[in-house]
């Protein structure tokens, strides 16, 4: 039995998809993917099937044709509208007809129609895209192939909606999935969430390399690529060729540049932190919070892994900054009514709420809680920055990120994706709307670490006065195409696009150079680059610039004015000229040589995407927006009994404000020890909350050494306070403190 947001067909029988393959081609930083879905129609009469499945958000869709039999039939790309009257025309008439089109609310959704397919008939449908690999944390670059499609909440009061899929406990087709990576830089490695056959090298500078996902594998999970270079910081410049055929002057016909930077930031200057700031938590207290982070056996909740993450930020955060957070849900509410100040009595009237903290609040609705936030005004000197963790799943993303993006100038938003099927689009485009970054809690990975390296980019110092300069030949000019960078940031990578227009007669070179500001000191990379490729390289670089300017375009469009309608024709002609899908245009295939008549109706087809189980935002479509959907009852008799506190989450819990600890029995049990243990072992002339902060770094150091990207600032403010102290006998304090613990940490690793 489907639950309800799934349509089946009378007879309930299987559903026509009968296997995936997918094929990437890596080039750098750049990848191309081809996807071939084959369908076998069961029924005893002509068959429609609709499948709605997700896409990378920044992928740019170039391919679409349709095999039947022996023929194939290659997909033109048009204006929607006139694509979706040429598919009802077709199957009206009983020709067969495919359509792939994009989701009006969310650009990470696609819908395909697979129209009139005769009893018994095999279609194999082929979907080719390209986009740009996004960069983590560790320096790898990530690619995600999304299996889960979640029903996107839609309030009741609104009538449009992200199409909704069927949930199936088993699914009814296969992936088989083939990698082959191509690099100027030698490859260093690959890794993934789902079982991988040995990685192939097939040349001796490890510059090319193959891999096969496992046999056997069922899609029933994200399929998650991360690919490590040697060298990802070195700065590149690709140029690729125009099409010959395509129209002189057009952006196809001349040669477009992709420059790629990802600098690594001078230690000394990364090192300081900004002690200013306010930061709002957003955090998504929707019914499918109580979803467990995935389905190993020791798997936490959402909602207590976002309560855990809480804690650490809160006693990561520098005295003086301000700071609020908000839960959202059907409806939202704020800690405070506007940010308050951090403080030893703020911080603990938060502690409180956040242990209080439920999956209680129904639906996803972000919008409106981020009104509320950016109606109040900043405060000068501490620059906002808005945290926000949700499973990514809302029918409006478009409109959200429109007004994230109309408030970048006064804030940075930093996203966070948790559990399988986190909207791409809405996820990845927060962050780069607000100039933050992006991050996606996925299978086993933990929260905590990938918010603290989000919250050390937060307080990080802020580059400036960025500037792009071209130097090429007389007769050549540059026509930027991709917005301008409005903010670098360690660990994150800029990527420029260029159309190289004119010709020059002599020089073939050209250069870029980028100039910054960080901390004030001066950055300055330089880039040389060659206007005339020796080899065409394929459409890549020319389709992500495309879409890059298609997307600035349909912003632009949302925004309104008075020529809006011009800014749509130019959509669709960029877009039908570059082969790039859009939200005005869609793919349509119409087999003519397929003419029959059809006898009855056509049956539909919903073909089903795994999801984990969202019945609260399900039953939520039908119930008032503001309505609180609590989990059902029987869901919370069967919740295990949770886990014994992590000792390194005891020992955070008990810091002050300050940064500082107490001597207190609860400090002494996170060390092993009895309190009178610890207390008859300090040093005569150190003070109880010296000795106590002390051990608390020295334990830190010695048995979490593993999980110092989650206690760093935590033990910045604890070094920082101690060295406030200015306390006599602090060697020896370190020196007993060893003794004590059993460690071997220097005054000098402790910061002190």
């Not at 609040?361 to 808005?386: A, N, V, W």
Request: proline content about 5%.
């Amino acid at each position: 039995m489907v639950n309800c947001c799934g349509l089946v067909s009378e007879r309930n029988q299987p559903v026509p998809l009968k296997s995936i393959s997918v094929q990437l081609q890596v080039r750098d930083h750049v990848t191309s993917v081809s996807s071939s879905l084959q369908y076998v129609n069961e029924e005893d009469r002509p068959l429609e099937a609709v499948f709605v499945f997700p896409l990378p958000a920044d992928a740019a869709v170039c391919h679409f044709s349709a095999k039947i039999r022996e023929q194939e039939i290659v997909a033109e790309l048009q204006d929607k509208h006139s694509a979706r009257d040429q598919y009802d025309d077709a199957l009206s008439s009983g020709q067969q007809a495919f359509l792939l089109e994009e989701s009006d609310e969310s650009s990470d959704v696609f819908k395909l129609s697979v129209g009139c397919l005769s009893p018994g008939q095999i279609a194999v449908i082929t979907i080719v895209y390209v986009m740009e690999l996004s960069i983590q944390a560790d320096d790898a670059l990530r690619f995600c192939l999304p299996a889960v499609l979640n029903p996107r909440y839609t309030p009741a009061a609104s009538a449009a909606g992200v199409p909704e899929v069927s949930s199936a406990s088993v699914i009814p087709y296969t992936l088989s999935l083939s990698v082959d990576v191509r690099s100027s830089d030698r490859i260093s490695r690959l890794e993934s969430s789902c079982p991988l056959d040995p990685l192939v090298f097939l040349d001796a500078q490890h510059t090319h390399a193959t891999v096969t996902l496992s046999a056997g594998h069922r899609f029933d999970k994200d399929v998650e690529l991360l690919l490590y270079y040697e060298n990802t910081h070195q700065p590149t410049a690709v140029v690729e060729a125009g099409a010959a055929a395509a129209q002189t002057g057009s952006l196809m016909a001349d040669p477009v540049l992709m420059i790629s930077l990802y600098p690594e930031f001078p230690a000394d200057v990364m090192s300081s932190l900004a002690s200013q700031g306010e930061f709002v938590f957003v955090v998504d207290r929707s019914g499918s919070m109580d979803s467990r982070m995935h389905h190993g056996k020791d798997a936490q909740m959402r909602i207590d892994s976002a309560r855990d993450t809480l804690l650490l930020l809160l006693k990561s955060l520098p005295m003086g900054c301000y700071f609020n957070i908000y839960g959202f849900g059907s409806r939202f509410e704020s800690f405070f009514p506007q940010s308050v100040v951090y403080s030893e009595d703020t911080m603990e009237e938060a502690l409180k709420r956040v242990k209080n903290m439920k999956a209680d609040m129904g639906g996803t609705e972000i919008l409106q809680p981020l009104k509320h936030i950016y109606s109040q005004p900043c405060f000068p000197d501490h620059p906002r920055q808005l945290f926000i963790f949700t499973d990514g799943e809302v029918w409006n993303t478009k409109e959200l990120l429109d007004l994230v993006k109309s408030h970048a100038y006064s804030h940075r938003c930093f996203s966070f994706g948790i559990g399988e099927g986190a909207s791409t689009a809405l996820i990845t485009g927060m962050a780069r709307a607000g100039s933050g970054q992006a991050q996606f809690i996925t299978g086993t990975d933990r929260m905590q670490p990938k918010v603290m390296q989000s919250l050390r980019f937060a307080l990080q110092p802020a580059v400036d006065n960025i500037s792009v300069d071209w130097t090429v030949p007389e007769g050549v000019t540059v026509d930027m195409l991709s917005p301008p960078i409005s903010a670098l940031f360690q660990g994150q990578r800029a990527l420029i696009y260029a159309q190289l227009k004119g010709q020059s007669s002599g020089k073939t070179e050209g250069a870029v150079t980028v100039k910054y500001r960080l901390k004030d000191q001066p950055v300055t990379n330089q880039l040389q680059f060659t206007l005339k490729p020796t080899e065409d390289t394929g459409r890549t670089i020319h389709q992500l610039a495309a879409r890059s300017v298609i997307r600035s375009l349909e912003l632009e469009e949302r925004a309104g004015g008075a020529d809006a309608g011009a800014v749509r024709s130019r959509i669709v002609e960029l877009s039908v000229q570059a082969g790039v899908s859009s939200v005005h245009t869609a793919f349509i295939a119409v087999n003519k040589d397929s003419k029959q008549t059809v006898k009855g109706p056509l049956l539909q087809r919903r073909v089903p995407v795994p999801h984990t189980f969202r019945s609260a935002k399900c039953s939520a479509k039908k119930s008032a927006p503001r309505m609180r959907m609590g989990a059902p009852a029987a869901s919370l008799n069967m919740r295990e009994p949770e886990p014994q506190a992590d000792p390194l989450l005891q020992l955070v819990s008990l810091q002050k404000a300050s940064g500082c600890w107490e001597l207190k029995a609860a400090l002494a049990a996170v060390f092993g020890k009895k309190e009178d243990e610890v207390t008859n072992h300090r040093p005569a002339q150190a003070d109880g909350s010296v000795w106590a902060t002390v051990l608390a770094l020295i334990w830190l150091h010695t048995c979490r050494s593993g999980d110092q990207m989650e206690w760093q600032f935590v033990a910045m403010k604890a070094a920082s306070w101690i060295r406030s102290q200015k306390p006599d006998g602090l060697t020896q304090c370190v020196c007993d403190g060893n003794v004590l613990l059993g460690g071997h940490v220097t005054q000098e690793a402790l910061g002190i």
